[in-house]
């Protein structure tokens, strides 16, 4: 079973817009540095895997 995936984009705003939209949830952004992360929800409250827009 897949736990954590990351879905690497190029324009962060617009592909958390469509993932948001799409599963109707909350994505966090988060900035280290000049690397940018697009957290979806933790595994719990999704009830399946987890992962991040990178």
Do not use: H
């Not at 962060?12 to 940018?36: C, H, L, P, S």
Request: aromatic share 14%.
């Amino acid at each position: 079973m897949i736990s954590w995936f990351e879905i690497p984009v190029q324009r962060m705003q617009r592909a958390q817009k469509f993932y948001e939209d799409i599963f109707g949830i909350t994505i966090t952004v988060n900035e280290f540095g000049e690397f940018v992360m697009g957290l979806f929800p933790d595994k719990q409250s999704m009830e399946q895997s987890s992962g991040a827009l990178v």
